[in-house]
């Protein structure tokens, strides 16, 4: 009867224990992601957060390029639908160099209807060197929001 006890305890705290690690990691996780400036933009309220930047592994093992990463969220707040997609955003390096959304990633896109919101992340491939720089919301090619991002 002691052994079971004893062995019950101690599975018990192993449990605990396993627990609090996992919330740990998650908490260091969310500090790692920096929201920048909510804006609203032609009606769209865009709400942007900076993922950690992901160092690109070639084939060759070399680390020579670096996936900076934005989760978009766009709120409509007018009486009509509007769209929003990832390819309404591109790069602006702190050499001035524009760099499109990743071909490598999935993109998203759809209307958003009034009320309503539409979330999806936004990847750019850029040289280790260019890390930095500005993300630019661009409406039919004519920039029209900046966001400066952290290194």
Known sequence: MKKIMII??????????????????????????????????????????QKPNTPIIEKNGKKTKTLLTFSVKGTNITPFPKGLGATDFSLKTKEGKKVPISEN???????????????????????????????????KNKVISEWKLAK
């Open 8 to 49: 019950g305890g101690m599975s018990a705290l192993v449990l605990l224990t396993a627990c609090s690690n996992t919330e740990t990691g998650e908490q260091s996780n969310m500090q790692s992601t920096k929201k920048l400036e909510t804006r609203v933009v032609d009606g769209l309220s865009l709400e942007v957060k």
């Open 105 to 139: 990633m999935s993109a998203f896109g759809d209307e958003i209807l009034t009320g309503k919101s539409l979330s999806g992340e936004v990847y750019f491939e850029v040289p280790n060197k260019a890390v930095g720089g500005t993300l630019q919301y661009k409406l």
